[in-house]
């Protein structure tokens, strides 16, 4: 049996890449080009401590695996995966209690996420709907005038018609639902808007926008002095107030009515007092500049697009969108999220990659049909993660919750405010 060790040390990566085997757990195989390139960075690297910790056994099974989703291999990042859930989801097709995988390296988020996730089906559960979705790319053509750049946007509104023939040819999963051509000066934003299927479809709309631009270049009356294919009017992995009232993905939303005993019997506070709290926050948001009104939408996103395989620079956007709480006339607890960006599917990117599968798996999500249902799961989290963190913030557990879980000490609540 050969030794792969030994072989990345005697040898050259390119001669390495004529040989036809090496040995592995199933006997001789074609040769990995991708474990031998693999070896190579770390031969130059000379860290042999570093590379048993990123480039173990799992890693280099893997190797060929990552070889599109990542450049310059070197390994694989352990993050702990935790369990929030049961959560109870009224969503459009299925009413299903989840139990919800989220990768994270900081201590306490999982157990509020789970605490808030246990309230909402002690509730009886959340409803959850996709209401609207879309993806854009915004390619922007530059003229002499705003004469030639209306001219431009007026030929693109005349033959918009003619775009989705040409979307079809690149793709059979995606379509073009809407055009408009934004003019600003000499230039031509043109917005174009996509639906992706069960793909998240950041390259899916790339492909497209672009065969719709060589078209549009090839018959119209006057040509532009430049063109690029993006010009950040789409709002792509950034938080945009254009998005907030529209979408960008999927706009999802998730409520709950909670009565008032429940709330005092898991959160130790009141449906008031939470809406107090709301009000103050709201205005502290606006005072900072936020876009949108949201607690932490950002920690349950990450912790559940990093399990899944989704792009987690997608976040950026994502955790974008509004929370609101009110208090109902007999005195229970309203509470809804609205999520206008999310950012997620269930086939392709880094969907199909070992350990996104298993945690989509967990879900049940896995695959084509279920890109929706995973956009629900986004929503409800979220909601979970708002209830949870804003009552611990009035019943004063939030600094003592994370003393007790990230450094071991006792939780009293003693020490709390009401």
């Known amino acids: 049996m050969i030794d792969l060790r030994c072989k990345e040390q005697m040898m050259d990566a390119r001669k390495a890449r004529n040989l036809n085997v090496v040995s592995n757990n199933h006997g001789e195989t074609p040769f990995d080009r991708a474990a031998l390139d693999t070896a190579r960075r770390w031969k130059r690297l000379n860290l042999d401590s570093a590379r048993a910790d990123l480039y173990h056994q799992r890693a280099r099974d893997n190797a060929a695996r990552y070889r599109k989703n990542i450049e310059s291999y070197i390994g694989t990042v ?15 097709h299925r009413t299903k209690d989840y139990q919800v995988p989220l990768a994270t390296t900081e201590a306490a988020l999982v157990a509020s996420y789970n605490r808030g996730s246990q309230l909402i089906t002690a509730a009886g559960g959340c409803n959850a709907r996709v209401v609207d979705q879309a993806v854009s790319r915004t390619p922007m053509f530059a003229f002499e005038s705003v004469i030639d750049a209306e001219r431009f946007a007026n030929f693109i509104a005349e033959h918009s018609a003619e775009f989705n023939s040409v979307v079809a040819k690149i793709t059979s999963h995606g379509q ?33 926008a672009d065969a719709i631009c060589k078209i549009i270049l090839g018959r119209a009356p006057i040509q532009p002095a430049h ?3 993006e010009a950040n009017f789409s709002g792509d992995k950034k938080a945009t107030s254009k998005t907030l009232g529209s979408v960008r993905g999927k706009r999802v939303c998730s409520d709950i009515c909670i009565p008032c005993e429940l709330v ?18 709201a205005l502290g948001g606006v005072m900072s500049g936020t876009t949108g009104i949201q607690g932490h939408f950002a920690n349950g996103l990450t912790a559940l697009y990093l399990a899944c395989g989704q792009d987690v620079a997608c976040v950026a956007e994502s955790a974008t969108g509004m929370t609101r709480l009110e208090t109902t006339a007999e005195g229970d607890l ?26 989509l798996d967990i879900l049940g999500l896995s695959g084509p049909g279920n890109s929706s249902a995973l956009a629900e799961v986004c929503a409800a989290i979220v909601l979970a993660g708002e209830l949870s963190i804003i009552g611990a913030f009035c019943s004063g557990d939030f600094a003592l919750a994370h003393r007790s879980l990230s450094r071991g000490e006792p939780m009293s609540r003693s020490e709390h405010h009401d």
């Open 78 to 92: 352990d993050v702990p995966v935790g369990l929030a859930g049961p959560l109870r989801i009224k969503g459009r």
């Open 176 to 208: 073009l639902v809407s055009t408009r051509a934004v003019v600003e000066g000499n230039h031509v934003y043109l917005d174009l808007r996509f639906k992706t299927g069960d793909a998240s479809g950041q390259n899916m709309v790339t492909f497209a």
């Open 227 to 229: 063109w690029f294919l």
């Open 264 to 281: 005092r019997e898991t959160l130790h506070t009141t449906p008031e007092h939470m809406v107090d709290y709301w009000y103050a926050g």
């Open 334 to 359: 309203y509470a809804s999220v609205t999520l206008p960006n999310i950012m997620v599917g269930t086939v392709g990117g880094g969907t199909g990659l070992p350990s996104a599968k298993a945690c």
